[in-house]
């Protein structure tokens, strides 16, 4: 099937945006005129093993939606506080498959188990959500669809409320007295990959970020090339190729910040020659702190391994 825009098309109204000024456009785009410092969370303790505790944290985002994150914090942090992380699944996937009690390959999905548990064990508090537009949020694709179009209207995309609730969990995250909320890092694997990085280009707080298969790489070059039908319409923000694409936003909003991403080299939501786009234009941004920003192209499909999760956890290691 051909992709049905023409090759030549080109935005319109288009629009040059000055460094200084990235960042509050983006945040236009997202419709996100508000990130509250703080969350009003309310904290349940589920159970504790010995070594953590396990949190049911519950919040509310900007459209009155109550929301739940399962929280693991160390019952004796070391010097009273530790880094905290937020583990965001894929749109098929679960809390429950994030914090399984191995860590592990589904045999059936191919996709990891356990990672947001494994991570908890090695030293950071986390905060495992289900974002909007993940299969247990959504009653069904229409039901999804129909509220895009509706929330477009008010320039409330839902890339912005995706990136919102990242947020909304890292300050719940960071208000747990176990946590230091200076030392707050963002990590998901598919739909979370890119909350990852489109809330860590909203918010300059969010020390360090991980995005593993996150639909990162060249929004055009996805609409002519890519698999476009692989996708919701969260992943084609309105308006955003008027500004900017995905590469100016990183160096724009995210550099000089840690930021990693995992691009396997045959990941269907992305081609690979868009990843490359990235690549040429983000690595000036960070070419006094190169050791910063970090793009894996491992052989391979839109597949969190472990490899990538090793990745991911020397990352933090370096920069929470």
Request: include cysteine.
């Amino acid at each position: 099937m051909t992709n049905p825009l023409p090759r030549g098309i080109r935005p319109a109204f288009p629009r040059d945006t000055p460094a200084g000024q990235m960042r509050a456009r983006f945040l236009e785009v997202l419709g996100m005129d508000h990130i509250p410092e703080a969350v009003d969370a309310t904290a349940e303790t589920v159970s504790e093993d010995g070594v953590h505790r396990e949190l049911r944290l519950s919040y509310v985002n900007s459209l009155g939606e109550t929301l739940t994150g399962a929280a693991l914090v160390p019952l004796d942090p070391p010097g009273g506080q530790v880094p905290g992380v937020v583990c965001m699944h894929g749109t098929g996937g679960t809390t429950a498959n994030v914090l399984a009690r191995e860590l592990e390959v589904d045999p059936e999905s191919g996709q990891l188990r356990g990672w947001g548990r494994e991570l908890a064990s090695r030293g950071y508090a986390t905060i495992s959500i289900s974002l909007k537009g993940s299969v247990v949020r959504r009653a069904t694709e229409e039901a999804w669809e129909e509220e895009a179009k509706l929330l477009e209207a008010y320039g409330r995309p839902h890339a912005g409320i995706v990136a919102e609730e990242a947020l909304l969990a890292a300050r719940a995250l960071g208000g747990l007295p176990e946590v230091d909320g200076a030392r707050i890092g963002l990590t998901g694997m598919s739909l979370g990959g890119m909350a990852t990085w489109t809330a860590m280009a909203s918010d300059p707080s969010i020390r360090a970020g991980a995005a593993v298969c996150g639909v990162l790489g060249s929004l055009a070059r996805l609409i002519h090339e890519g698999n476009i039908w692989r996708h919701s319409s969260l992943v084609f923000v309105p308006h955003l190729l008027r500004y900017f694409d995905h590469g100016d936003i990183v160096a724009g909003c995210i550099a000089p910040r840690p930021f990693m991403a995992v691009a396997p080299l045959d990941d269907v939501d992305m081609p690979s020659a868009a990843v490359d786009d990235l690549v040429r234009t983000v690595a000036p941004a960070y070419a006094e702190t190169s050791e910063r920003f970090v793009v894996h192209r491992p052989p391979g499909g839109h597949i969190f391994t472990v490899e990538a999760f090793e990745q991911v956890v020397a990352w933090f290691g370096r920069f929470l």
